[in-house]
């Protein structure tokens, strides 16, 4: 009774109380629509103000001050809960600000950086690091099995802020159901068999040869290789998804598709860091119609494929299943939206990871000459893919690249599917809601895993002993310094929802540096300073790169 004449004589309780109610709401059923948020944040403060409002002299005022309380309610014991010992991730360390709120992360997202950012978070605060009010992430590979194996986790929410305009038929990587997964990944798995991949070399020749042919025009030129092999991957993406595709060797980027993903970046990794945010980004014209736009490309490419059809298995005829083996045709939407994903996962990481190789290469004289040597003793047999793979030098400098620079730096991330118990993690129990990951570029450079000197670029560390010590007596010298963890070796991630484009993505990245090592003599162009190459790498989720100025010159 007492209590209650308290109520009737300050607005304050009342108004505290929501506040706490509106966090049990917002912690247990994470609400993402815009009716949800509208609701919690404005229509049910603003109400409490207008029952509230005899308090006031002034009405607005006082329903304002009812609504800044409410709010401040919300947020002060949000904040206490993410910081308190009764959070179930309460016991792992990591920094105040990424206990509190995941906008710090998104902030580091934005600026790029965010690789370094979990580097050096592991270096301080350990193998496993608190990264978020509920993200852990993890630098130890004992922990990779359990979490992306065969038993581990399925996706995690972090890619529902990937496709906020995917409402239905959301492509493969960003679908969160395992068993919706693997039966989509079935279907995209019949286009990477090797015949698929037989007739997707012939594809990647014809447009190396293109290549070639274009930066001969230029020998003696200063080019920048980095948008050459954007122009080409993306146009071999295209032959592969459509068999065809904007031209962009011959026409270069007109359509601006290029531009459009690369301005798309900063927004995305914002976007996959808060989920919830995705839904807002839709109603604010700039960033929704840039994902429309690209959205609206990827339709006009699909339809005319559909419509023209193809002589040849490209990866549309298997995702339309154009040979009839699914039961039912899959959604027209469906293939849409996965062949706008070939196009960014298939161009993006190979057009990163090229000029990458080349980057290292040129700074390594004698790497350069090692893999010139290999690539030229194999005279024709570059061609031949299977006579390629075999290539050992050429492989450790493809390997090594992926290392020092996976193309998706910080991973992708796991959690425990949302009507499960949790998922028990080695020794840690992992609840619902809580979003794990291995962090790639920090294992990767783990002197644990990798040594002699894990930052380095040694393509002979993926070779064998004898061969290391005699072309590297002094590295590999001591024998109790070297390691080579292949299993953190992670730049296609692993278990069953790896990347399913990476045999062929190592394909296509074998012959066109073999090709392009036998027909051209490359340095890097007069004044460019290549340590800056690495201040201007990006982490947004896929890594952006700054130019890379060369001078080539034709051999043959
Ligand atoms: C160097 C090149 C590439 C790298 C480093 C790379 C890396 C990755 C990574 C790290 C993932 C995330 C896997 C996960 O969630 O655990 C992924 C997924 C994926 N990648 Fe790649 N990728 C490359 C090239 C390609 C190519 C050429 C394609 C061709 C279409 C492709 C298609 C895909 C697809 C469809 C997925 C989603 C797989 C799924 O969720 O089941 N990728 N890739």
Redesign the pocket.
Known sequence: MEVLVHFERSPYPATFIAGLLAHLVFNRLEPRSIPAFGSLLCFIPISLGVYLRHHFHNTVLGILWIWALYLIALVCSTIAYRLSSFHPLAKYPGPVMCRITKLWLARIGWTGKQYLYYQELHTLYGDIVRTGPNELSFADISYISPM?GANGMP?SSFWDGGFPDQKQHR?????RNSLD?SRL?KV?SR??TPDALKYYHTLVDKRCSQLIEALGGSAGDEVDLKTWFHWFSHDV?SD??YGSGPEMLRNKDIGAIWKLLEEGQPVSIVMLHLPWLGEFFMTIPMFASKLREFKDYCVKRTERRYYSGSPNKD?FYYLMDEAGLEAEKPAYEQVVN?SN??IV???D??A??LPNVFWLLLQNPSAYIRIQKEVDQLGDKIYDAVELAKAPYLNAVINET?RLH???MS??S?SPWVHSQGHQLGQHYIPVGTTTSIH?YTVQRDSRYFSPSPNDFIPERWLARDVQKELEPQVFSDEAQIVHETSAF?????????????R???Q??RLVVARLIREFDMEFAEGFDPRVSEDQMKDFFVTSLGSLPVVLQKRL
């Open positions: 992306m996706k492509s493969l990587v960003g679908i997964h990944r995209w286009a990477f993406m592969v998804a990866l996965d994903l070939a996962a298939g161009s990481t190979v990163t990871s992926l996976p193309p998706v991973g992708s796991r790639f992670l730049p296609f991630s692993t278990g069953p929802m790896d990347c399913i484009g990476k062929f993505a190592v296509e990245l």
